[in-house]
């Protein structure tokens, strides 16, 4: 797997500045322990954006919807127990 450095993702960050902002983040799905997608919105439309930090496959990407799944997982059953407690 090609390596995530510091040129890679000073490209990323260039091209989501350049496309997708402003943006309003509606929706946060943690489709893994590592794996966050976040659904934008911008002037355009709708749009997914994937972070990964896999120690082995770390990634940032514009992705599809991910599906659904009522799959409790650790940073959802945080954020949910900070917001009751």
Same mark, same amino acid.
């Given at each position: 797997? #090609?390596?995530? @450095?510091?040129? =890679? #993702?000073? /490209?990323?960050?260039? %091209?989501? &500045? !350049?496309?997708? +902002?402003? /943006?309003r +983040? %509606?929706?946060? &799905?943690?489709? @893994?322990?590592?794996?966050?997608? +976040? $659904?934008l !919105? =911008?002037? #355009? $439309? !709708?749009?997914? +954006?994937?972070?990964?930090?896999?120690?082995? /496959?770390?990634?940032?990407?514009? @992705?599809?919807?991910?599906?659904? &799944?009522?799959?409790?997982?650790? *940073?959802? =059953?945080?954020?949910? *127990?900070k917001?009751? $407690?």
């Amino acid at each position: 797997m #090609q390596p995530f @450095d510091f040129t =890679t #993702q000073s /490209a990323v960050c260039s %091209e989501l &500045y !350049r496309n997708w +902002l402003p /943006a309003r +983040l %509606e929706t946060v &799905y943690q489709r @893994d322990r590592h794996t966050l997608s +976040l $659904g934008l !919105r =911008t002037l #355009q $439309g !709708r749009s997914w +954006l994937t972070i990964c930090w896999h120690p082995q /496959a770390a990634r940032i990407h514009i @992705d599809s919807a991910p599906p659904r &799944y009522p799959i409790p997982l650790p *940073l959802a =059953t945080k954020f949910s *127990l900070k917001l009751k $407690g």
